[in-house]
């Protein structure tokens, strides 16, 4: 019987069948010359065989046997450690350890605790495998995979059965309409997925995606308010060689009535200030307010937020894929993956002096797609 | 009968009244599993798997998945009433409220990262040794999809906690979705619920993550290994190891003892591992906002090669008839990894239609013995590297005070450069391996003692091999592979052949694959070595004598050349020899 198991000392160079090609031998000059029988021609039974220390001497294995018993008594302790850590130890204990440095106390004695007990089941139990139970090597044979000409003929014979008492070749019209129908079948699967975005906001009401991505908040006249405290900005407020990221006045009313972050993803700007000598071209002739240029704060190759601004150069660096624009030069982009320039919003100020768009972007934000043009 | 005795064979009584499961057990237990280290990457993959499951489980009891915006009464002290999505609230919550939810957070994640390290390793395993051949092409298929879904189950994990480092990933994820031509915002807009970052989408991908994904690779992963369990594993060539026999050790006891303690070796250290390293410590970076980022943001280490190609790939952009195509974007994160994957999932066919090989393949190759295999895998790694080496290009700009640009269009260019050069390199290393192998099969190995003849000649002598190595290189025979003969224009009668140009492009890959190769000695090259080996004993012998007379045998070994098995005392030696007397 093929599975059966071969003792080791049994194996030779007939019992275990020599360098075996198992089906469809090649047309392969080279193999077919018999130099030499493969590998396997050499038999398992003169492999060296070196006993352990435990398989000589019985006070070896008993050393052994001690170690494996002492490595799960210590799993066992471990597990009793890891309840005394989990009751005795507040969960925001904090404790320096050297090359740690501070870390979480009972983190470290959970972790310790439960991974040594786990550890020392499988060390021990690697050990027992190693040390004690049997270290020859036996042969199994294996079965040829494909099926006997016997066998195929069977299945062939069923088929041809099933195919006539079906009748699935003699009832044309039937069959294929079952085909069509299988055809037709995952479509209202398919169809089910649309709803998984609808536009029922009332303020983009009727917008397709491209529209939705095209406009932002920003609206002529719209003072500009600093990201994180919302208050108003007075050109004063920006210092030459300074960055400030902003965002529309009204975003925390839009955010709320929202509920998300929609809006803030889109109209993120960033507002730096030159010298108006230094700014060598813009998007549009003065949408700056006396070296005031503001830009959308979202890159145009894949869409992070960018803050990274070299003042002395006036080049902004997108941290994600390092996409560089040159903003005292219209945004352009000089290196990296982004290919479009980072749009510019055109500002001003208010009868009270405070900064203000002067209209929306004059397209659209962010990653390009397809009906952007 | 002790009484778990008597328990355990009611309860296979049972089962066998209603299965006949004693048939199977039978057969099965005495199964044999050939032993290799490189044997356990496998079994790493699947058991941090086991792992992840495991720890993901605990996670989802506590982890809400909803971008509702919440104020943050937690106990870490610098987020203190900072406004923040229940997403990542909760994490917090497991991070700092849960006992022990920190260690389980952060072992799901150690255990993610080692899951898709173990499946690579396992894949240059399986790659280099050849073990993808007939018959277990399907199951590198499975393997591939395997790979696919663990970075795909790893992107949306990390992508679940709404940290600010988090978010951004996701955020390049939609413009990557937003750049595929003519469907691509109405795909991004149906996923993501909307524009970015929407509210929807969390549980969307949470549904991904624990449910769609897992479930995928649970159903695979069990066929990969019933397949491997039927199909028996490969083994390495070795004495009295042929392509139609196993040879190892038998599933009980000593593989079940091997393979299952290495499941707990393997729980262990991820465990302590998570005790002891912290792993996205996402309280530092904050909640996610649209409109913040932090510099030298890196996503898991299985996703840089990805970042690294959208980073290093030139600004190209086309815009035609009002319509976009980003070019910068489709060609490094659609296209690339696309054409990469399939190229992957399709390799065996390939090999085995430019071979024309159509046997079984139950012994591996020795990677040497397959040079342009092993050379196209050198390839794929180098470019890989690359690219990985570009996803943290921020990070080697400041630490080694180099110019980014610089390094980018080093990049660019070695991209193209060196996976050809070390294709190149390692095929004329496996084929000096060859040579190597070739030259212990004739004369044996180089003992280091150099004899001087009578007549004042220096000669090293050379030393028959034993069998355990010869059985190695012998089975270079079975990796030798006749490269295809070129097609004939016409036949016979002078009618064209149709399929000339098909044939004759095989043929000239048959060749590209197999020509170059160091034929193995045949019986009369090998037979004239060792009359050489046996020449050089000869010469030596007298030396032999001399020496053994002078030589006192010393029955301590001291321990410091103590083989496994050898008396360790002079006790022991003593004792030893008594019992052979």
């Known amino acids: 019987m093929s599975s059966d198991l071969t003792p080791r000392s ?41 006993p352990r220390r435990s398989d000589l001497y019985p006070k070896a294995a008993r050393r052994v046997e001690r170690q494996i018993t002492l490595m799960f008594l210590l799993s066992m302790l471990m597990a009793v450690l890891f309840i005394v850590g989990y009751v005795a130890i507040d969960v925001g204990t904090e404790i320096y350890i050297p090359v740690l440095g501070g ?57 041809q059965r099933g195919k006539e008492e079906s009748g699935f070749a003699a009832y044309r019209i039937m069959r294929r309409t079952l085909i069509g129908a299988l055809a037709l079948f995952p479509i209202p699967l398919v169809v089910l997925v649309r709803d998984m975005w609808t536009n029922d906001d009332p303020a983009l009401a009727g917008q397709s995606p491209a529209e939705i991505l095209s406009s932002t908040a920003w609206t002529g006249g719209l003072r500009i308010v600093t990201d994180g405290t919302f208050q108003p900005l007075r050109p004063a407020d920006i210092p030459v060689g300074g960055l400030v990221s902003a965002l529309p006045e009204n975003i925390e009313e839009i955010q709320k009535e929202a509920h998300n972050l929609n809006e803030r993803g889109k109209s993120a700007i960033i507002l730096v200030r030159m010298d108006p000598e230094d700014i060598r071209a813009q998007q549009g002739e003065g949408w700056d307010y006396q070296g005031i240029l503001a830009y959308s704060k979202i890159c145009t190759h894949v869409g992070c937020p960018i803050a990274l601004y070299e003042h002395r150069t006036h080049h902004l660096l997108c941290p994600c894929h390092q996409s560089t624009f040159d903003l005292a030069d219209a945004g352009n982009v000089i290196f990296g ?8 919003l055109p500002i001003g100020v208010d009868e009270e002096g405070f900064l203000v768009a002067a209209s929306d972007f004059n397209q659209p934000v962010g990653p390009s797609f397809w009906e952007r043009g | 009968m002790s009484i778990t005795e008597k328990v355990g064979a009611g309860t296979a009584d ?93 072992m799901h994640h150690w255990s ?81 619920d909307g524009e970015f970052p929407g509210v929807d989408f969390m549980s969307r991908l949470y549904m991904v993550h624990i449910l769609l994904i897992p479930g995928l690779i649970i159903g695979l992963v069990t066929v990969h290994l019933m397949m491997v369990w039927y199909q028996k594993h490969t083994q390495f060539p070795g004495q009295g190891r042929t392509n139609s026999n196993v040879v190892g050790y ?19 250290i991820i465990t302590m591992l998570s005790g002891l390293v912290n792993i996205n410590p996402v309280w530092i970076f904050g909640p996610y906002t649209p409109d913040q980022v932090t510099a030298g943001t890196q996503p898991d280490w299985y996703i840089g090669w990805l970042d690294g190609a959208l980073r290093v790939m030139p600004n190209w952009e086309t815009v035609a008839f009002g319509f976009t195509l980003s070019w910068n974007i489709l060609i490094p994160a659609v296209i690339v990894p696309g054409l990469i994957f399939t190229a992957m999932a399709l390799y065996p066919f390939l090999e085995s239609w430019v ?21 196209i895998g050198v390839m794929s790694i180098v470019f890989y590297g690359l690219l990985w080496i570009g996803g943290g290009n921020d990070l080697m700009a400041t630490t080694f005070n180099l110019s980014i640009n610089a390094i980018t269009w080093f990049l660019r260019i070695t991209l193209f450069l060196l996976p050809p050069l070390a294709f190149i390199i390692t095929k004329r290393i496996c084929l000096a391996l060859q040579r190597k192998d070739r030259d212990k099969l004739l004369h044996g190995y180089e003992s280091g003692r150099i004899l ?130």
């Open chain 1, 10 to 50: 049994d194996g030779s160079p007939e019992a275990t069948g020599a360098h075996g090609v198992v089906s469809g031998s090649g047309v392969n000059d080279r193999l077919a010359r018999p130099d030499y029988a493969g590998p396997g021609a050499l038999p398992l039974a003169a492999v060296d065989h070196t």
């Open chain 1, 103 to 159: 870390v979480g106390f009972q983190n470290l004695v959970l972790g310790v605790t439960f991974g040594l007990g786990v550890f020392l089941i499988g060390a021990g139990a690697i050990q027992w495998a190693k040390k004690l139970m049997p270290d020859v090597e036996v042969v199994q044979d294996r079965h040829p995979l494909p099926s006997t000409p016997t066998e195929d003929a069977k299945a062939a014979e069923q088929y």
């Open chain 1, 337 to 344: 993956p982004a290919a479009r320039s980072m749009p510019q």
């Open chain 2, 14 to 106: 049972f089962a066998d009244q209603r299965l006949g499961s004693n048939k199977w057990l039978g057969k099965n237990l005495k199964k044999v599993f050939p032993d290799h280290w490189s044997f356990m990457l496998g079994e790493i993959a699947l058991y941090s798997f086991m792992v992840v499951l495991i720890t993901g489980v605990f996670l989802t009891l506590f982890y809400k998945p909803s971008l509702v915006e919440v104020v943050y009464e937690g106990s870490y002290v610098p987020l203190k009433g900072v406004m923040m999505t229940e997403a990542y609230a909760s994490t917090l919550d497991i991070s700092f409220e849960v006992r022990g939810g920190l260690l389980i957070r952060q």
């Open chain 2, 112 to 192: 993610a990262l080692i899951f898709v390290a173990a499946i690579s390793v396992h894949l240059f395993r399986v790659f280099f040794t050849g073990a993808f051949r007939k018959p277990r092409e399907l199951n590198w298929v499975i393997g591939v999809g395997l790979l696919v879904l663990a970075l795909g189950a790893g992107f949306s994990g990390y992508s679940l906690p709404d940290d600010l480092l988090s978010g951004t990933g996701l955020q390049i994820a939609r413009g990557i979705a937003q750049s595929i031509p003519i469907i691509g915002t109405w795909a991004a807009f149906l996923l993501f």
């Open chain 2, 250 to 268: 038998p599933l009980l006891p000593v593989y079940m003892a091997k393979a299952g303690g290495f499941f707990f070796i393997v729980f262990g």
């Open chain 2, 355 to 375: 071979s024309g090989d159509k046997r079984e393949h139950h012994l591996l190759d020795r990677p040497r013995n397959a040079p342009v295999r092993t050379g």
């Open chain 2, 452 to 581: 001087r003849l009578p007549h004042g000649e220096f000669i090293e002598v050379h030393q028959p091999l034993n069998n355990k190595e010869k059985a190695i290189l012998m089975a270079k025979l079975d990796s030798e592979q006749e490269p295809l003969a070129l097609p004939a224009k016409t036949d016979a009668n002078g009618v064209k052949n149709k399929g000339y140009r098909v044939e004759s492009l095989r043929a000239r890959l048959s060749h590209f694959y197999f020509a170059d190769t160091i034929a193995p000695p045949t019986r009369e090259e090998i037979e004239a070595g060792q009359a050489h080996v046996a020449h050089e004993a000869e010469l030596e012998a007298p030396l032999h004598e001399y020496e053994e007379e002078a030589y006192v045998q010393v029955p301590f070994h001291g321990g410091v050349l103590h083989r496994e098995g050898a008396p360790m005392t002079n006790a022991e030696a003593l004792e030893d020899s008594r019992r052979t007397d």
